[in-house]
């Protein structure tokens, strides 16, 4: 169209500007290691948790919402990428001073969301690599590749969790409040510099931690690799909750006339489970149910923000999790011997690094005052269908060349249809499982999951696999796939639609997986 006078281009703004304003801000919370059933509102006993609840009473409550992998670095690379992650093989539990993994050429949601008129934040932890895989790293200049690169127009985040070195925080590219006259190094093989470390200074600790994570100590804790320098660059691991909660306030107030995507990450409850005091002794759970009561707060709090700028009535918000719990994953802070009756995983079975369903089976809310009406849904939905969905939100193709297994959820996301996706894959280590209806089908290889504190259990499974009827036994007990050859069937050809190489599994479990 010919603009033909400065009055009708105006007007032509004002209407691109309308249209963009209509559409609502979108934040994720995404909550770290947070199970099925630790929120109240999904039964959950060990700790109160009234701001979640109330978000999802007045929003949509998911039973079937997954998240695409049962560790960090694959659910978050799914989320992202509308990709699963077991499409790349660098997306496994990834070291601190790791490479980013995601190929800029190929724009992730937030990226997308970026080009189409929202400004975008990466608030919390990454975990997905930094910097280029080609050249080792400066620490101490400005680091990229990295969220910026693939979309997110503002960054406040740590480099990959909080039990892995660098223990510092990054804005924009440069880490937070770094002296260059002591330059931050990192190394995963070797001590670097002379610090203490769990090892050599365990009179250190203020909580006992495993070998893994008896590398450099960082504020009484011993993390997963070795740093030196950056002193007054580190981290208190007990400012972790609010420090992130006010750069997403902060984002939030510094909005302009576009819509937002806030992509809020926060540490709870991943170890280690260091809590502010205020939070201290508010579960019977100890530093784990702590850690989900700070948790709680901070979406309250974020929630409070909103509503005092107008913009709460026309803002999406997803809250889920990106893999199922664990209590001892490294550190002994008490989650195991304080667990009592809570069963962080609800009904369902495993947790973190496992294939069954309380490894991927997630809480999952999705609330827009404006638009959703309250309610619980039955519908399957996986977080690699956020960015398909959006794309229909904000009525935009996707790009050719991303999110080829996400799919179009929006009817489900907002409560219109109760129909989700067809089937459900769920990944853990590499190798995945699926689930249709109430079919739930583990290929034959092996099933790896955590046993006591420090083992890994390695199970064979034989041909044909393993069968289960989830609603006659959610607890996945009882393998029913010779009675049911034809169901077997079906599910295996479902694998095989997806990934034909995982239709057979894994022989051995792959160490690297593991980020060991
Ligand atoms: C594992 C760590 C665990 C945790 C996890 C990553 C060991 C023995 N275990 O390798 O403590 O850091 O990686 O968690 O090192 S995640 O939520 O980021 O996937
Ligand atoms: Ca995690």
């Known amino acids: 169209m010919k603009v033909k006078s400065l009055s009708m281009l105006a007007v032509l703004l004002l209407q691109a500007g309308l249209s963009l304003a209509e559409k609502p801000n979108i934040i994720i919370i ?54 699963y992650a077991f499409r790349n093989n660098k997306a496994k539990i990834l070291p601190g001073n790791a490479p980013l993994i995601i190929d800029p050429a190929r724009p992730t949601i937030a990226a997308f969301l970026r080009d189409n008129g929202y400004s975008t934040a990466l608030v919390g932890k990454w975990h997905l690599g930094l910097g280029a895989a ?84 960082v504020n009484g804790i011993s993390r997963i690799g070795f740093m030196t320098g950056g002193n007054t660059a580190r981290f208190r691991d007990e400012d972790m909750a609010d420090t992130y909660l006010n750069k997403a306030i902060e984002f939030i107030n ?50 409070k923000e909103l509503k005092a700028t107008g913009e709460y009535g026309n803002t999406l918000i997803i809250l889920s999790s990106d893999n199922g719990p664990v209590l001892f994953d490294g550190y002994w ?32 809310i999705v609330s827009w005052p404006e638009r959703i009406k309250p309610g619980i849904s039955e519908a399957l939905i996986s977080q690699v269908d956020l960015y398909a969905s959006f794309a229909e939100l904000i009525e935009q193709p996707m790009p050719a060349n991303a999110g080829a297994d996400s799919e179009n959820m929006l009817p489900a996301l ?33 099933m790896t999951e955590r046993g006591g504190i420090k083992d890994w259990n390695k199970t064979a499974v034989k041909e044909p696999g393993w069968l289960f009827n989830l609603s006659e036994d959610p607890g996945e007990t009882t393998n029913i796939a010779a009675r049911h050859p034809e169901k077997v069937t079906e599910m295996k050809r479902i694998i095989s639609s997806v990934a034909p190489e995982k239709a057979v599994g894994r022989k051995q479990l792959d160490k690297n997986q593991l980020g060991l």
């Open 30 to 83: 995404y909550g770290d290691d947070i199970g099925y059933g630790d929120f109240s509102c999904y039964g959950g006993t060990g700790v109160q948790t009234p701001n979640v609840d109330k978000l999802a009473q007045g929003g949509l409550r998911f039973l079937s919402g997954y998240c695409a992998a049962a560790t960090c670095t694959p659910s978050r690379y799914s989320l992202l990428t509308g990709e």
């Open 414 to 446: 907002l409560g219109e249809s109760a129909e989700g996706r067809e089937f459900i894959i769920e990944e853990a280590l590499g190798q995945i499982a699926a689930r249709k209806g109430n079919w739930k089908y583990i290929p034959p290889g092996s």
């Open 134 to 217: 080609d050249e080792p790293l400066d620490w101490n200049g400005l680091i990229k590749p990295g969220p910026k690169e693939v979309g997110f127009d503002y960054s406040f985040n740590m480099a990959a969790t909080a039990d892995r070195v660098p223990s510092v925080y990054i804005e924009n590219g440069r880490i937070v409040g770094l002296d260059s006259s002591d330059p931050v190094r990192v190394d995963y093989k070797k001590i670097v510099g002379n610090e203490p470390t769990g090892i050599s200074h365990p009179q250190l600790l203020s909580v006992q931690a495993d070998t893994q994570h008896s590398g450099t100590i």
């Open 254 to 303: 510094k909005r302009n006339e576009k819509p937002f995507f806030l992509y809020y990450a926060p540490n709870e409850c991943h170890v280690p489970r260091v809590i502010h005091k205020r939070f201290q002794g508010s579960s019977s759970l100890g530093p784990r149910g702590d850690a989900l009561a700070a948790f709680d707060w901070c979406v309250g709090r974020l929630i």
């Open 333 to 364: 802070d008490g989650a195991a011997e304080k667990n009592g009756a809570h069963q962080p995983g609800g009904p369902w079975r495993g947790g973190k690094y496992s294939r069954w369903e309380g490894g991927t089976r997630m809480p999952f």
